[in-house]
């Protein structure tokens, strides 16, 4: 075995969760419904009927979490700000006990040592804005501005690094096109439209955290990217790929630092595109200061002519190592994508704001034994610490997730955390790879 692979100084290690994923208390604090909680409700949307609605209390538990994510020896908390707990009916006055509650989170992460991330949107858009069209309204990229306005004004003297949106690719599209995530239409064209003022939010939500920012804060977006590659080594499956990859990392890394959204896709697309005004690129091509990726696999595509659409399949080759949720693991994944975003589009700096895997855990006697998450963990870390080595400017890496949680359609099914969660007593159990990344975290590094 290698020796160890140790991390820059200022390299930070973190863990990472969303709002509707582990708040739970959907109802205090002077909260507004989310399309989440109107998703979750509608039966047969998410597996077992499961909801957000009480989670894993953190809304209530946080101080107990913060004790647990020094445990771990985090220097970097991620969490995602619940827009209906900010603005209830998505206008208006803001709500001041849903600022408080942000507020005395940071203010606690700060007493224990811990730097707050902050993601203004994680997918739980309130329920007003949607009937009024949510995110095929234009405006609500306008609403969106008003909301990084109003929490970067209140937690600005503690929170210096801000993602706007999570995701546009998972909330565009699953939400939209696949329908399998809130709101649940299935249309091209309205995923689109979605898809372009997700993009449009992010760059309203730009302009007003610099109007609150300070020298040495950072903002940008969080992107899920993958690698997509050819199943086979025909044309066929080369071209599937590119489109494949068109559709899921240059329409948003194009749009992102280019300025315009890729030819190809855009003949794809034909009449299904919306209206793209004067400014609108400008507006989503401003400079940010970072790029937040999240990384789970890779996409091995086969040309698929029954696919109406991108005329492509993703497959996991046979005997490949799978998570959970039926994800390929695939390490060296992570590395070919930070240095192609590198190479290609030059973001000033880079985290990874998400990595890890669900496993079936049990909870035997106290304990969690999860040796196949500290294996992916640590597979993951030496291509992170590979693409540094690489001169990728990459500053941290943030587990997903903290917690067990609320894995969307797949309800509380998917375990994801470094910590068990029981959820009939709300006890919280550190895992085995919990333990591990503790040790990762003393010692700044992993073996190599
Ligand atoms: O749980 C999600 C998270 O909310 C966004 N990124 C992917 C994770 C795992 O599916």
Known sequence: MAGPLIFPESWVWGAATAAYQIEGAVRDGGRGISIWDVFSHSPGKVANGDTGDIACDHFHRYPEDIALMQELGLGGYRFSIAWPRIFPTGAGRPNAEGLDFYRRLVDRLHAAGITPYVTLYHWDLPQPLQDRGGWTNRDTARRFGELAHTVAAALGDGVHHWVTI??????????????????GTRDLATALTATHNLLLAHGEGMSALRSEMRDGDA?????????????????????????????????????????????????????????????DMERIAQPTDLLAVNYYTRSVVEYDPRDPFLQAKRIVPRGAPVTAMGWEVYPEGLYDILKRVHDDYAPPHLLITENGAAYDDALIEGKVDD??????????????????????PLEGYFVWSLLDNFEWAWGYGMRFGLIYIDYATQERIIKRSGHWYAAVTREHGVSG
Do not use: K, T
Request: aromatic share 10%; proline share 7%.
């Open 371 to 392: 040796p196949l998450r500290e294996r992916f963990l640590h597979e993951h870390l030496i291509q992170a610490h590979r693409a540094v080595s690489d001169g990728v």
């Open 166 to 183: 999570n995701e546009p690719w998972v909330a565009g599209f699953l939400g939209h096109l696949l329908g399998v995530h809130a709101p």
């Open 219 to 279: 903002a940008g977006i969080a992107l899920n990217l993958a690698p997509c590659v050819p199943a086979g080594d025909s044309n066929a499956d080369l071209e599937a790929a590119y489109r494949v990859d068109g559709f899921s990392n240059r329409w948003f890394l194009d749009a992102l630092y280019r300025g315009q959204y890729p030819d190809d896709m855009l003949q794809i697309y034909g009449d299904a595109m919306p209206e793209i005004r004067a400014g």
